[in-house]
């Protein structure tokens, strides 16, 4: 999705933290740390033998730790444990990420099913976007042969949009299955979709310690509009 946006609008993929944060001078120095698009923050260790990582995350945004969807609360400069098998990673509020369960390859992981990430900024809100085509032809934007979706959650209202959806061949078999909310401001007592209730503790789980709503097992199709109203 960055990819295409980047090829229609331009811009870059990978950026600086000044890049998106020209105005706040502790990031005009900031080089051991990027974001990938606007929305992911990766801070790796690039040190020898180095078991702690000092990062810095602007005060002006809400910041989600990837793994567990909590809020970091501690914000500006900090020190955090990064062991050889882990990155921190960071999600700034405001924005939906599509994912994808993982494979052995490409062509693997395109069968598998989808889900969201979204993760809220200090207004309840967010947005986000996925674009789809076979990823092997060349010029599928150009010849119209791709989906583009919208995601958008405000107001307690989340919509899954097919913007544009002439890539007929997603819908056999991909579905979104999951999704996960971070940074509700209050515990959710009922959850709406398409005007169906979904089931709690089998469909839907809100963890009081983080904040995390998670709603799974939905098999949704991709070729429709999904509405969910969160109370």
């Given at each position: 999705t960055?990819?295409?946006r980047v090829h229609v609008s331009g811009g870059t993929v990978v950026r600086s933290m000044v890049h998106i944060f020209p105005l706040d001078s502790e990031c005009?120095?900031?080089?051991e740390q990027f974001l990938w698009g606007s929305s992911l923050l990766?801070?790796?260790?690039?040190?020898?033998?180095?078991?702690?990582?000092?990062?810095?995350?602007?005060?002006?945004?809400?910041?989600?730790?990837?793994?567990?969807?909590?809020?970091?609360?501690?914000?500006?400069?900090l020190t955090v444990s990064a062991p050889l098998d882990f990155i921190p990673l960071y999600l700034r509020g405001g924005y939906?990420?599509?994912?994808?369960?993982?494979?052995?390859?490409t062509v693997a992981s395109r069968k598998k099913p989808l889900f969201?990430?979204?993760?809220?900024?200090?207004?309840?809100?967010?947005s986000g976007d996925l674009f789809w085509?076979?990823?092997?032809?060349?010029?599928?934007?150009?010849?119209?042969?791709?989906?583009?979706?919208?995601?958008?959650?405000?107001?307690?209202?989340?919509?899954i949009e097919p913007w544009t959806y002439k890539y007929q061949q997603m819908g056999n078999g991909?579905?979104?299955?999951?999704?996960?909310?971070?940074?509700?401001?209050?515990?959710?007592t009922k959850i709406l979709w398409n005007g169906q209730e979904l089931i709690s503790t089998s469909q839907w789980t809100f963890d009081i310690?983080?904040?995390?709503?998670?709603?799974?097992k939905l098999s949704l199709n991709v070729a429709k509009t999904h509405k969910f109203i969160i109370s």
């Open positions: 960055l990819f295409h005009w120095s900031l080089d990766i801070a790796p260790v690039i040190y020898e033998n180095h078991i702690n990582k000092s990062l810095y995350l602007p005060t002006t945004e809400r910041w989600f730790d990837y793994y567990t969807g909590e809020e970091q609360t501690i914000l500006d400069h939906i990420i599509p994912h994808q369960q993982s494979a052995m390859n969201l990430i979204i993760a809220l900024d200090k207004n309840q809100h967010a085509d076979d990823g092997e032809s060349i010029d599928t934007y150009e010849r119209s042969i791709y989906n583009y979706f919208i995601f958008n959650y405000q107001s307690q209202r989340l919509t991909i579905k979104f299955e999951d999704i996960k909310i971070f940074g509700l401001n209050k515990q959710p310690t983080t904040n995390v709503l998670h709603m799974t």
